[in-house]
């Protein structure tokens, strides 16, 4: 059946991989620039650094009324600011499970393999509803 | 007897991670005080690469070790610290699933199901985290990581467990399949047992990555190889691989306002460069000494918090 260690990932398990990876490289490099961006103060942020030690020790709660930081996906209207830019990093990262979830969907149905699809699909529901902040707490 | 830098590095990054557990909080009391802002990053991005130089050899993953050590050292509240610590935990396995993938020591077919469950059981525990009372959570992190100590001290693992018949669950799903083990030159095929009990543990197990951050590297591990009877290596590659599909928790965090930043990135990039280094450190120390200084800064780590949640009511 196999002769190496290169023969023995399924089709969808190696297509799954590469949209994972894709999407790792693509959200650490994108991390990695716009906190480059963020600490050399090349853009103006929501909050300068030098007042978040004011800030961080507070409960979330407090922090959001003291701070007005952005909540769901209102940090879009700020992406041009130094510390909401490195939000897109972040969502990229949190994103990528369920791009290469809906990546392998057809492979599972093209496959027959219907309880892995039902379950695959619904994992992605799961994620993007989880995205959408539709299971957020009172804050 | 002779020392060569090799030898001194192993006992060194011991001390290290030691310090780091021992040590009072640098600001217990919240406040920054007279270290200049840009210096907390410094020491965040300096701490997870020690951190990472550790944990991932030992075998546990970032998470577990940020959330206690950074919570009880930084001056950063809980709330942040625990998604910070989603997110290192996410970004770490993220970095390693695909290789694992490739190369069938992570499982596709037994991640999915068990992903679903860590996804939803991850949700309710993140909310329950950013509702409930600092206090509360901080006595529960205590026990939490004190349990988890006795899990790693106790848990033996196996690497190539018998499973005599797959349940009808695993043959349903098709919970099986094989992969190539360099050290035996020889594909390894394998499948799991008893399903029902795995995913109930995982249910589990997602409540309280969601609720601590903690990620689950060190109960996904146990759970696959010594209940479901995964081989110790598809075990571990697939805990992996279930932290990657699984970022539900850490969306919530994002929704809910709670990533800084300034917090969350010096994390991830010194976690990451850290284990890349901890590979190395394996050549030098042992992954048995590694995860007795891990259960040991974990003990330290897990009484601070229930001693620290504790003295707040």
Redesign the interface.
Known sequence: ??S???M???P???R???V??I??SI??AL??L??LV??LGLRKPLLE??Q??LY?????AQ??RATH?????SWIASIGKG?VL??V???V??????A??LA?LPAFARRGQF??FA??L??LV??VA??A?L????? | MSFSPGSLRAPAVLVGVAALACCPALAAD???GPI???A??ALLFAACFVLGIVAVPAGVGGGVLFVPIVGGLF???L??VRGAGL?VA??SA??A???L????LA???LA??L??LV??SQ?AG??AG??LP?AVVQTMLGLSILGIVVLMWKAKTAELPAVEKPDAIAT??RLN????D?ARAR?VEWTVHRTPTGFVTFVFIGLLAGMFGLGAGWANVPALNLMMGAPLKVAAGTSSLIL?????????Y?????????????S??GM?LGAMVGVRLLRVVSAATLRRLVTTVLLIAGVRALVHGLGTF
């Open positions: 059946m196999t190496g260690p290169g023995i990932a399924s969808e398990q190696r799954y991989a590469h994972l990876g999407g790792a959200g650490f991390l990695v716009s906190f963020y600490v650094p030098d978040l030690p961080w020790a507070l409960p979330l922090y959001l930081a952005p909540t769901g996906w510390d490195n939000l990093g972040i969502v990262l949190a994103g990528t499970p369920a290469a979830c392998v309880a892995l379950i695959a619904l994992l799961v994620l989880s995205s902040n299971f957020g707490s009172a804050h | 919240g406040s920054a200049p802002w840009w907390w990053p001056p950063f509240h709330d942040f997110m996410l970004a993220l970095a699933s695909p290789g993938l490739q190369i069938g499982s596709l077919r999915l199901p992903s679903l996804g939803i949700i993140a909310v950013l509702t600092a349903a799903l399949g094989v992969y190539y360099i594909p990657a599909m699984s970022s539900s928790a850490a969306w919530v994002i929704n809910q306002g709670a990533m800084i930043p300034i917090i969350v990135v010096p991830v990039i990451m």
